[in-house]
């Protein structure tokens, strides 16, 4: 019997699809990686009994970067990243160990269907798998074919057994488009990047940003932000004057009318109009006239659309509504919500999707009305021939859904319902007046039919007061006539739904990454999000812009990007050559990066007045190695301690506090060492400013504090410090923080392990003694009396932290509130002489073992 493997985007994804073919009848496990589940049932498959093996990836299984030593800022020339550079795909996640999962599912294998997402960027993942999983497939006879796709756009019974009956074929050229954009965002982005952040970051303390960050589709929609601010700051108000003239007839109530000339710029002028319009006081009505007017009923939902009206109607930003959307449609309740498409397709079953909404109480009235009398025939939209419109696919109410998930759900299903509704009608009545020789009017709208606005009712037409009834020559009795004085004001700050708008009109970024891009900004620090979702520049964002424009304005203006998109899209259609299209790109932007490396002065002078020098910026902490003098440590990101006497700056650990430890020093360099802790909760651990970018041994990389320095006989080290190898990870070794007390603990020097122990203890010190059970260094306490739990008066114990029975309730297992970015995984290595890191002391044992029955002690702890 042959097995089949299917493989899906996401964990959700696959066991959705697998209860769906298998009806309900499939037995599930977790795979090796303890992310993703397999589900396996019998059935046919082209007329063949088969067994189905369903599992999942966690999105792209690969990531592009470049090979080692390119990742190296300090040693590569960033004009090298634009050709000379070699590109490799890694893991995207080395953790899950998604690669291996993949193979060790897909052996023996002999078929694979694939049910990646149906985008570009699925059909990207789709070669990815089938990388990994081909060479370990059984090998196929004669030209059988093997691999298959399945297309769809929503978890449903219908879609899904759809797309099983009507599989075809992965799209290699919408996969190389995706590859062609990885390569140019990696390559020009890298360049641009490294080479600015070590530019400024040299010379500015105040930047306040981590990263000044290029993209080829980021930094022009960072320009779109800064160019409505520049018209903020560049506008003038002007002065004008409008006529304002309230009329009345009878017992009826006064009605203002608007001027026919709307306004003028001169005051003498608009006083000149009051005079010859106050030589009457009755106003005559010229004309009245009444025309039925139409407003439409929305298109189909695409992802743009759907976006903006997110963003502004609804206050959720871009990136959190497209989270929202993929897990309502992981869970059935919406069709794919990555769409350029606002047309039905004609086989498209409306009635049946509206009729899923009818016992809804919030439109349940409206959808059993348009069921009666029938369905509106949608609007014909664009068809992009990627997926169907956004639609609901299955009832839900918001006790299953969440707050956020919910709203997006209700507008989605309004916003369904009215494409299929009838249009909103009104009458809009029009009369005319003259004042002596001046014209003026005032204009009602009457509500005839609310149509598609049941469902959608803040786009209904606005209650207003009716108008007097009155027919051509009736006089209306002039109550006031004055001139207003008014001033015209600056368009205020780009909203998200604005700011899409654009990026979607001169082509920047897919409706799949659009909010990506905007997410990047704001989390660079170039703009902030205020009331209203609007997007306001911080200094360093207009700076940047500003200073793009001065050197090359084609970084900044979306014309470049857009033009390279379309070549992407030709890509795809396979009318592109991939080579040709990345070369010739890639060229462009080289001979850009150079003129820009040339002309930067442009750019610094623009940052010379919006920041201060590196030196005038901080807080003298600690006393520099080299000169002895003060060091002052910069709080804003990144944050960092410079020597303004020896003109050095060193680089420190981030997203914590920093300050001075105990005024000890390094032995090796003399430096002050400071403390990092990333709060109470957290962990915290010494380190000294120039060993933690100079590393002092070979075994040492760079960011590494005293928890892992490899220093054999210093008091803060390793090997003073290092009690066991961590309860989690095997790359990590515990080690006690010596500023904890009296609250103490020992933290992995590796991921975010914390073991609390021996509260209220006086003294907590490493032995050089070990455990004969599982050669984790020995620890030596003196307890309080008050909180001694030692037998008798007794306040002094020493013991494993692991093993000793005294010990055994007086540890407990936490994960760090906060974990330091620069934590590294890797593969795992063995650490010598107790698990203390490589350096040993006397007496130490290679390959401790891991205190694995205590292991289990402590995650009955875990929190």
Known sequence: MKTVIMVAEKPSLAQSIAKILSKGNCTSRKGLNGACSVHEYPGSFMGQAVRFKMTSVCGHVMSLDFIGKYNNWD??????????????????????????????EA??????????????????????????????????????????????????????????????????????SVDARQELDLRIGCAFTRFQTKYFQGKYGNLDSSLISFGPCQTPTLGFCVERHDKIQSFKPET??????KVFKGKDSPVMLDWDRVRVFDREVGQMFVNIAKESREARVESVSKKEKVKQRPLALNTVEMLRVASSALGMGPQHTMQIAERLYTQGYISYPRTETTHYPENFDLKGTLRQQASN?????????????GLNRPRKGVDAGDHPPITPMRAASESELGSDGWRL??????????????????????????ISTEGFSCTGKTLLSAGFTEVMPWQGVPVEESLPSCETGDTFTVDEIKLVEKQTSPPDYLTEAELITLMEKHGIGTDASIPVHINNICQRNYVTVEGGRRLKPTNLGVVLVHGYYRIDAELVLPTIRSAVEKQLGLIAQGKADFQQVLQHTLDIFKRKFHYFVDSIASMDELMEVSFSPIADTGKPLSRCGKC??????????????????????????????????RELRC??????????????????????????????????KKGMGCNECTHPSCQHSLSALGIGQCVECDAGVLALDPSSGPKWKMACNRCNVVVQFFEHAHRVQVTAESCEACEAALVSVDFSKAHSPLPGSATQHTGCVF???????????????MRHPMHRGGQARRQGGRGRGRGRRPGGRANPKKPKDKMAALAAYFV
């Open 361 to 373: 109480p919030f439109w349940a009235d409206a959808v059993k009305v348009l069921l009666a009398d």
């Open 803 to 817: 093993c000793d029975p005294v010990f055994q309730d007086l540890v407990e297992l936490k994960h760090a509130t």
């Open 667 to 700: 032995p090796l360099d003399n430096f002050e060492l400071v403390l990092w802790s990333s709060g109470a909760r957290g962990k915290s651990y010494p380190l000294c400013p120039y060993c933690y970018s100079n590393p002092p041994f070979r075994d040492m």
């Open 75 to 104: 040693k590569v020339d960033p004009a090298e990243l634009f050709s000379k550079a070699p590109t490799e795909k890694k893991e995207a996640n080395p953790k899950l160990s998604m690669a291996k999962f993949l193979q060790v």
């Open 628 to 661: 002895h003098r003060f060091m002052k440590y910069i709080q804003a990101k990144p944050s960092r301690l410079h020597c303004s006497h020896c003109d050095e700056t060193y680089s420190l650990p981030q997203n914590g506090a920093i300050k001075l430890y």
């Open 409 to 434: 759900y209700e507008y989605i299903t309004r916003h369904f319902i009215a494409t299929v509704s009838q249009d909103c009608k009104y009458l809009q009545t029009t009369i005319a007046f003259s």
């Open 240 to 245: 004008y004057w409008v006529i304002q003239a």
């Open 107 to 176: 052996k023996g294998c002999d078929l694979v269907v694939l049910w990646l997402d149906c985008d570009k960027e699925g059909e990207n993942i789709c070669f990815e798998v089938l990388d990994a999983i081909q060479p370990v497939m059984n090998k196929a006879f004669g030209n059988e074919r093997t691999v298959y796709r399945a297309k769809f756009s929503s978890i449903t019974d219908t879609d899904i057994c759809n797309a099983m009956n009507r599989l075809g074929q992965p799209n290699r050229n919408e996969a190389l």
